[in-house]
């Protein structure tokens, strides 16, 4: 048995209930892993609210974690019980203190990198690998805005961008949001709920506009985010934490040739090379300095609504992680 948490019902909050379940043997290609730490992550909000309907309900959300193997299945050479590693996955089940997991998407975690840490940065440095060198390849001179530089894939996001040579333009929620965005490497951070962004790009660039734009914001963004676009820029909106994006009418970006794409971590890494050679950058990328993050701070596992709660008020001042069972914890 193991305790996770289980969604019962779309909802708030308080729909995130700890429960018994049964974990079972691995069978072939899988891996049974005691977890250490378990990341939350936005996308964590939308399956829990119904703006994904991506879990099959009752269902044990969360999408990456760190732990121990306790037992491995045949077919799974390569691992043996008491390697630490960690994973992400769009198949979910991440929210328990033990699971069963196929062992394709198991990575080893460098020694340097603690559990806590790696639980808080594994998707989110991933997904701004992704960003950084597959959607949009950043060079040195060009031009990036950043929405929600402050977060937890933003502040990656803007390290990776700077130390690539670009110049990057953050914006943020509150005055303490903007100086870590500063301190992420953005050279401007814009107070996107006081004044309008687009505008402020425009008298940063000189009236140019960016090269790129990366919104994970979605709604209230995506229109300024589009305005902000040089000519042949490209938006990346990859996610929508105030909302989901109204349908784009195609001829808008014709007044810029401007191009838009919607990316997805988990159709990156669907193969074990790419997505190895992923983490591999992440990992270079901690070690090289070019990434640098503090631990998450910590929620018991059962307390996992709590911290929904936080990281949707726009108050976290930085990103969360759950401890399962007698782990300890910040709260
Ligand atoms: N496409 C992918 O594969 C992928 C992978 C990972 C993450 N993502 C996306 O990346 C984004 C960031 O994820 P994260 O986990 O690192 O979260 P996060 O950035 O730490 O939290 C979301 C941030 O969005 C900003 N925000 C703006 N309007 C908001 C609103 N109405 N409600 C709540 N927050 C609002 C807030 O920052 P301010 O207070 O500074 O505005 C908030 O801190 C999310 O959209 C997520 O879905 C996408």
Same mark, same amino acid.
């Given at each position: 048995?193991?305790?996770? =948490? /289980?969604?019962?019902?779309? #909802? $708030? ?24 730490? &378990? ?13 994904y309907q991506t879990l099959a309900l009752? #269902? ?16 799974? %050479?390569?691992? *043996? ?38 639980a808080t940065v594994l998707l989110k ?6 960003? &950084?060198? !597959? ?18 894939? #933003?502040?990656?996001?803007?390290? !990776? ?7 990057? =333009? ?14 992420? @490497?953005?050279?401007? %951070? ?14 940063? +660039?000189?009236?140019?506009? /960016? ?6 914001? $979605?709604?209230?963004?995506?229109? @300024?985010?589009? %305005? ?36 997805? =971590? ?18 270079? *990328? ?15 596992? %059962? ?5 929904? +709660? ?6 976290? +001042? ?7 069972e007698d782990g300890d914890d910040d709260?």
């Amino acid at each position: 048995m193991a305790e996770a =948490i /289980v969604l019962r019902a779309h #909802g $708030g909050p308080e729909t995130l209930r700890i429960d018994q379940v049964d974990v079972g043997e691995p069978g072939p290609g899988e891996l049974r892993i005691r977890q250490t730490a &378990v990341g939350i992550n936005y996308h964590d909000v939308y399956v829990r609210s119904g703006l994904y309907q991506t879990l099959a309900l009752p #269902g044990i959300p969360g999408i990456e974690a760190v732990g121990v193997v306790t037992a491995t299945g045949p077919e799974t %050479a390569g691992f *043996a019980v008491g390697d630490r590693i960690g994973y992400i996955t769009g198949k979910y089940g991440a929210y328990a203190s033990v699971r069963v997991l196929p062992a394709r998407l198991a990575l080893s975690l460098p020694e340097a990198i603690d559990d806590r840490l790696a639980a808080t940065v594994l998707l989110k440095g991933l997904t701004a690998a992704m960003l &950084v060198r !597959w959607v949009h390849r950043i060079e040195p001179g060009m031009t990036v805005l950043v929405h929600a530089a402050a977060g937890g894939v #933003g502040r990656l996001l803007c390290q !990776w961008a700077a130390a690539l040579g670009a110049t990057v =333009i953050g914006t943020a929620g509150t005055e303490s949001k903007r100086d870590q965005a500063l301190a992420a @490497g953005c050279a401007h %951070a814009i107070l996107y709920r006081e004044v309008d962004f687009v505008a402020d790009v425009m008298r940063i +660039t000189g009236g140019r506009g /960016v090269d790129v734009v990366y919104d994970g914001v $979605g709604k209230d963004t995506f229109d @300024g985010s589009l %305005a902000a676009l040089a000519t042949c820029g490209h938006l990346v909106n990859f996610g929508q934490a105030s909302g989901p994006v109204e349908p784009l009418a195609i001829p808008r970006l014709a007044a810029k040739s401007a191009s838009v794409t919607r990316p997805i =971590i988990f159709h990156y890494t669907a193969e074990p090379g790419p997505l190895r050679d992923m983490a591999a950058a992440v990992f270079a *990328a901690f070690a090289a300095g070019t990434l640098s993050a503090e631990a998450g701070q910590a929620f018991p596992l %059962a307390e996992a609504g709590r911290a929904h +709660t936080l990281l949707e008020s726009r108050a976290a +001042t930085g990103p969360l992680i759950l401890i399962p069972e007698d782990g300890d914890d910040d709260a």
